[in-house]
Nanobody, 121 residues
Framework: QLVESGGGVVQPGGSMRLVCGASGFNFEYYTIGWFRQAPGKEREGIATIAPNGYSDYARSVRDRFTISRDNTKNTVYLQMNNLEPEDTAVYYC?????????????????WGQGTQVTCSS
């Protein structure tokens, strides 16, 4: 099971940290990804972190978002800085046993319910 938290409303240029808590599986062996889906748009992979700590980002968030994990707490974080109205979406975390950092959503087996992030003045 995955549970996201930390969403809400933020002004443009602001920051927010999302948290993904995991339970019920061997978290340390899974790649964890963050995805988002805006109204009327397809789901987009934005950040991923493999068990060895290797991470990758979509071009739209690179240099603004940072993904990290704490295997002792079964938790993955997404630090989002310099947020823009275009970042408004429902954000999901997902887990993949392939141990390869990937932004393709079809690779992921376990999904959270999502948390809403709204960037607006």
């Amino acid at each position: 099971q995955l549970v996201e938290s930390g969403g809400g409303v933020v002004q443009p240029g602001g920051s927010m940290r999302l948290v993904c808590g995991a339970s019920g599986f061997n978290f340390e062996y899974y790649t964890i990804g963050w995805f988002r889906q805006a109204p009327g748009k397809e789901r987009e992979g934005i950040a991923t972190i493999a068990p060895n700590g290797y991470s990758d980002y979509a071009r739209s968030v690179r240099d603004r978002f940072t993904i990290s994990r704490d295997n002792t707490k079964n938790t993955v974080y997404l630090q989002m800085n310099n947020l823009e109205p275009e970042d408004t979406a429902v954000y999901y975390c997902a887990a993949d046993l392939s141990m390869i950092a990937t932004l393709f959503d079809y690779e992921y087996e376990i999904w959270g319910q999502g948390t809403q992030v709204t960037c607006s003045s």
